[in-house]
């Protein structure tokens, strides 16, 4: 009987087209030759090397590379969500350097900003030039951005930001920030420089997840914007829940990758670590485990997949982008945890990557909208009644 292939048992590559294989390959060997042999060092030193990455990540095109013109690759939906597989394949920190850069910067701007917003700031982006950061989360409104408490008020031609924004991933590294803020006339985007008087950042440490990405706390004290760093394109929430959409996206198809690591890890650990006089792969009580995580991978992959064709032809919707958020990231953490009981004590040091990605896993669980959240937007779907308050 031939083998299940581990890595894609039912073959779901095959799928993917020319072009999409080609970038799934490069990304690979991106991954392979720039960060396995350093993640675990960055992870334990708090560092990500965001200037030495970001121009290179750039090159390959893919900061962006969903979106059109301006520099940008105007890949498909598929190539981004393998990409982003294998990205976080390596480290969920640095999938979310890139889909912040690509679907929670670059995207408000391609679809809502103006045109001489887009050209100032998009062909930087995208070539890893500049480094952007989204501010929406504060240090009392997660869940609930509706309630956001910075404000942004008219002064004649310009605009005075006030407020705090905290958890914001290249927060303290970004050239440029887009701050959502409250208005007389609805939730309003900003694009914010750094160097911008008024506006300080502070980088969060003691972090015992995702320790290799930057994440900080931005502070804006009567900042002052002229009218042209409106995204004149959108008011109301509409705005940074679309940008949500797009980067739950790049998690949903990302953690499949970390998924995936985890399960190599502990199917070659099964198979070469020896107890009771036979390897830990021939006790049933392994192989169960390890026969639950193919079918949790096999389901993120179908779902992932599945999902990309469905925003391709233009069908999916956010509660699609919900469904898959919380699906596969519950099947990554479920697997992380069961590989490292697999690997025993040893599956808690950085020379095995499985409890790095189970201990990221569980900020990817939170971000971006937390489990909670995703049950009550799928639980809404399928009984037309908000159950939020």
């Excluded at 509706?146 to 404000?151: A, H």
């Excluded at 420089?193 to 502070?202: H, L, M, Q, V, Y």
């Excluded at 972090?207 to 290799?212: I, P, Q, V």
Aim: with cysteine; net charge negative; aromatic share 6%.
């Amino acid at each position: 009987m031939p083998h299940l292939n581990p890595v894609d048992a039912l073959d779901l590559d095959s799928e993917l087209d020319d072009d999409e294989r080609l970038i799934r390959d490069t990304v690979a060997a991106f991954v392979r030759d720039h960060v396995s042999d350093h993640v675990a060092g960055w992870f334990e030193s708090g560092t990500f090397p965001t200037g030495e990455l970001a121009p290179v990540i750039g090159k390959l095109g893919l900061l962006g590379m969903h979106l059109d013109g301006y520099g940008c690759a105007g890949a498909s939906a598929a190539a981004y969500g393998v990409a982003c597989r294998e990205l976080e394949a390596a480290d969920s920190g640095l999938r979310s350097f890139v889909s912040v850069q690509g679907s929670l910067v670059m995207f408000p701007i391609h679809r809502y900003g103006s045109e001489e917003q887009k050209r100032e700031w998009l062909p930087r982006l995208a070539s890893g030039e500049a480094v952007g950061c989204f501010g929406l989360t504060e240090p009392d409104q997660g869940s609930d951005p509706g309630g956001m408490r910075t404000q942004a008020k008219r002064d004649g031609d310009d605009w005075i930001l006030s407020g705090t924004k905290m958890w914001i991933t290249n927060g303290s590294i970004a050239d440029i920030a887009v701050v959502w803020a409250r208005t007389e006339d609805g939730i309003r985007g900003f694009l914010v420089p750094k160097g911008t008087p008024g506006f300080t950042t502070s980088e969060i440490h003691s972090k015992l997840s995702l320790r290799a990405s930057v994440t900080a706390e931005l502070h804006l004290e009567d900042v002052r914007l002229p009218s042209s760093a409106v995204l004149p394109g959108v008011t109301g929430l509409r705005g940074p829940l679309s940008c949500l959409s797009e980067a739950r996206f790049g998690i949903l198809c990302g953690v499949v990758g970390a998924a995936r690591t985890c399960y190599l890890s502990a199917l070659d650990y099964s198979t070469t670590r020896e107890q009771f006089g036979r390897p830990l792969g021939g006790f049933q009580l392994t192989q169960r485990k390890l026969a639950g995580m193919q079918v949790g991978l096999v389901h993120s992959q179908l779902l992932a997949l599945r999902l990309s064709k469905l925003k391709d032809a233009g069908q999916l919707r956010p509660e699609h982008v919900s469904l898959g958020k919380l699906a596969n990231v519950r099947a990554a953490i479920d697997i992380a945890r069961d590989a490292r009981t697999i690997l025993g004590a040893n599956g808690i040091t950085t020379e095995y990557p499985v409890l790095r990605h189970a201990n990221n896993l569980e900020t990817v669980l939170t971000y971006e909208g937390t489990e909670e959240i995703h049950t009550l937007v799928v639980g809404e779907s399928v009984t037309g009644l908000a159950a939020y308050r």
